[in-house]
């Protein structure tokens, strides 16, 4: 079995994707819920929530994806009217 470029990029993308997506599900939900972690890493990634300016900072990164999809989209709409106009 033969292997294409476009094979090996969308297995990239794809891996890529569940190791972000693992990722995000950890430091939002998974790492709250487990005891509290002897490495500094990791007990500031299970103590980010706690104080008032940085009370929902876990959620920081996950969000930026629909303003991403709401920014590219906008920009495709853009270019559409520019071509036609």
Not at 39 to 57: E, F, S, T
Request: proline letters at 6%; hydrophobic letters at 60%.
């Amino acid at each position: 079995m033969r292997f294409l470029k476009e094979d090996l990029v969308r297995s990239a993308f794809i891996a890529f994707g569940v190791t972000l997506f693992a990722g995000f599900f950890y430091a939002v939900v998974v790492s709250k819920l487990l005891p509290p972690y002897e490495n500094w890493l990791l007990a500031a990634i299970q103590n980010d929530w706690y104080g008032i300016p940085w009370q929902y900072y876990c959620l920081i990164v996950p969000l930026t994806l629909p303003v991403i999809i709401v920014a590219v989209y906008l920009h495709w709409l853009s270019m559409k009217m520019f071509k036609h106009a």
